[in-house]
């Protein structure tokens, strides 16, 4: 085996400080990571400076030039070399450092540019005449005129050219570009009033745009819902949930996704604290939670969620980067995300994601073959009902078709004998039923198809859980308390929650030092082992800073329960009970997914039908 040296415990050493140089490079470690957090500083110093239009030009990867134009109201001609200087900004006084108001704040993002890249400053400022400043390795060039008619150019050139070393852990161009891109969206979507424009200039000239979102219009909701569309996509607006709450101090705005447009992966997932992107564990496990009752853990939500509060309730100074925050009451953070979004879920009632429709008509869409036949112009009503009571087929021969029916293809007609049934209901009326487990119904502009037992899995499992909110969980006592040995620390943390998991019908009791007896368990659950929950317990709470594992394991019991009790596939089902069932979804929240997330029916507009027969 190698040995390496070290300098460590090699005889005292002269203590010594470190030139400016060397100090910002060790802080350039922190705060510039690679190419997308040059461009997050630069790009919030220009949001910081009220610009409305910021456009991004990149070479490369960022690797050999990012460069950042905007309209604000850029730095005098005299600043600039204290612009440059460490720990020098205009955002605060140092008076207060819980009460910040802005994007940047530390005065550390343009030292440990110039410190490790070729950096060049070009601004005006009010009527002052433009100036501009360069910086390369940290040698400083004097302030010299400039050409500009407004706002700041920031240009970073070859960045870790004085620390090349780090060029090595950057990785490919296009993955760095789409860092960039992301970094971009983000702030895009914290700022809907802003326009933003991001060009890829690797081989010269002005590059092509990869990614541009004009300035919002409107309200704040009408601009942020807008802009979420242009970043993430029509669909994600067109099925998304507007979010309004507010709870002890904190206000949460934004949209999420139905739990029926969910996502394979949790990237379409973003937070934001007073305006900044944040990637925190406690938030984002407040996200999962929200949506624990409605998708399976390998399908996560989609939702852009901002909180608002005032400064000092959130203290943003825990790292360098500004990518993580600390609630003062966490607690109510996460207690704002998960009851603010199961109210909107509650809310949305039995809406499902209007993706299922699109793709399911892509299923049925049949394959182009040869030259497009056009249909002629419909004909008048008069020949039309001409036409169709010549097809009629006459009375024996309605007769012997309905005899002669395959069983798989069987059609039970869903109409009441007697009356019209109400089709401007929005699930509609019910029409008929195949394979024994679809129910067919028609709306006033379309039709729905329905899964029988996914609906009315969904339907039991909230009648269950209503009863079980209104009587209590019940609990068994064991026997013989099972004692449970942990570390002094995890017993305490399980033992400040035992009001919480007496709720549950889970008993917890302490039992000397590092030690809980566990007196009654859940008697839903059955025979459990409680070492393991308690154990899983803890480790949700390391994780998210809360747990409802125990609440899970309920919710899943009571899944099961319903899925047992409820109609199940194959079943023939009578036309009333058919639009029961209906109108008991459109009263039940949550009834457009069943307890696995998978959708509970499709609906088809009439429009789309008509052109899938070339009708339109």
Same mark, same amino acid.
């Given at each position: ?66 460069? =950042?134009?905007?309209?604000? /109201? ?65 040698? &400083? ?23 090349? *070393? ?10 760095? $570009?789409?860092?960039? !891109? ?7 979507? *914290? ?21 541009? *979102? ?49 996502? !394979?992966?949790? $990237? /379409? ?44 309730? =959130? ?22 995300? =998960? ?15 209007? $993706?299922?429709?699109?793709?399911? @008509? ?13 249909? &002629?112009?419909?004909?008048? /009503? ?60 028609? $709306?006033?502009?379309? &039709? ?50 035992? !009001? ?5 019908? @889970? ?53 099961? =329960?319903?899925? /047992? ?12 009970? &058919? ?38």
């Amino acid at each position: 085996m190698t040995a390496f040296s070290t300098n460590i415990g090699q005889g005292p050493a002269a203590i010594r400080q470190l030139d400016e140089g060397a100090i910002n490079r060790i802080a350039a470690g922190e705060v510039v990571e690679r190419p997308a957090s040059a461009v997050k500083e630069l790009v919030e110093n220009a949001l910081d400076a009220g610009a409305s239009r910021i456009e991004v030009a990149i070479a490369d990867g960022g690797k050999t030039l990012i460069r =950042v134009t905007d309209d604000g /109201h850029g730095i005098p001609a005299a600043d600039l070399p204290l612009a440059l200087s460490r720990h020098a900004t205009s955002k605060i006084d140092g008076s207060d450092l819980l009460n910040i108001h802005s994007f940047g704040f530390r005065g550390e993002a343009l030292a440990s540019l110039g410190a490790v890249g070729r950096l060049s400053i070009a601004s005006r400022s009010g009527g002052a005449e433009a100036a501009r400043i360069a910086v390369a390795g940290g040698r &400083m060039d004097p302030v010299r005129p400039a050409a500009l008619n407004a706002g700041t150019v920031v240009e970073l050139r070859d960045i870790f050219h004085a620390t090349p *070393a780090r060029l090595k852990f950057l990785r490919s161009d296009r993955a760095e $570009t789409q860092a960039i !891109g992301d970094v971009l969206r983000r702030l895009a979507m *914290a700022e809907p009033f802003v326009g933003f424009t991001l060009r890829d200039a690797s081989g010269g000239g002005e590059g092509r745009v990869t990614f541009r *979102a004009d300035a919002g219009t409107g309200d704040l909701w009408d601009a942020l819902r807008g802009r979420l569309a242009r970043v993430l996509g029509a669909d994600f607006a067109e099925n998304a949930l507007r979010i309004d709450a507010e709870r002890g101090g904190l206000a949460l705005t934004g949209y999420a996704a139905l739990p029926t447009y969910s996502r !394979g992966s949790s $990237t /379409h997932q973003y937070l934001f604290v007073n305006g900044r992107p944040v990637r925190d564990r406690m938030l984002l496990g407040a996200l999962r939670a929200a949506y624990a009752d409605f998708l399976p853990r390998d399908r996560h939500p989609a939702a852009a969620l901002f909180i608002e509060c005032d400064p000092p309730l =959130v203290d943003v100074n825990v790292h360098p980067a500004k990518a993580e925050v600390r609630f003062r009451e966490p607690g109510v953070a996460r207690g704002l995300i =998960v009851s603010g979004l199961r109210h909107a879920l509650a809310e949305a009632g039995h809406r499902a994601a209007t $993706t299922t429709a699109a793709g399911a @008509l892509g299923a049925m869409r049949p394959e182009p073959s040869g030259a497009r036949i056009y249909q &002629m112009d419909r004909p008048s /009503h008069g020949a039309l009902t001409r036409a169709q009571a010549w097809q009629a087929p006459a009375p024996q021969a309605q007769a012997g078709f309905a005899e002669t029916a395959a069983p798989a293809a069987r059609v039970e007609t869903g109409a009441p004998e007697t009356g019209e049934p109400p089709t401007g209901l929005p699930l509609g009326a019910a029409r008929g039923q195949v394979h024994e487990n679809y129910i067919i119904a028609q $709306t006033a502009d379309g &039709m729905v198809i329905v899964d029988q037992h996914a609906a009315h899995e969904r339907l039991v499992y909230e009648r269950l859980k209503r009863q079980m909110a209104g009587a209590g969980i019940a609990a068994q006592a064991l026997l013989i308390p099972e004692v449970v040995e942990l570390s002094e620390t995890d017993a305490a943390r399980l033992l400040d929650l035992a !009001g919480e998991l007496a709720r549950l019908g @889970l008993t917890v009791e302490p039992f000397g030092p590092g030690a809980v007896a566990v007196r009654e368990t859940p008697a839903i659950l059955g025979n459990v082992d409680a070492a393991a929950m308690l154990r899983d317990i803890l480790d949700e709470l390391d994780d998210t800073g809360d747990s409802r594992t125990l609440a899970t394991r309920i919710d899943a019991i009571l899944s099961r =329960v319903a899925c /047992h009790g409820s109609v199940r596939s194959g079943r023939r089902m009578t036309g009333d009970e &058919m639009n029961a069932l209906l109108r008991e979804m459109e009263a039940t929240p949550h009834s457009g997914q069943c307890n696995h997330g998978r959708p509970t029916y499709v609906e088809l507009k009439l429009h789309d039908i008509e052109r899938l027969f070339g009708r339109r």
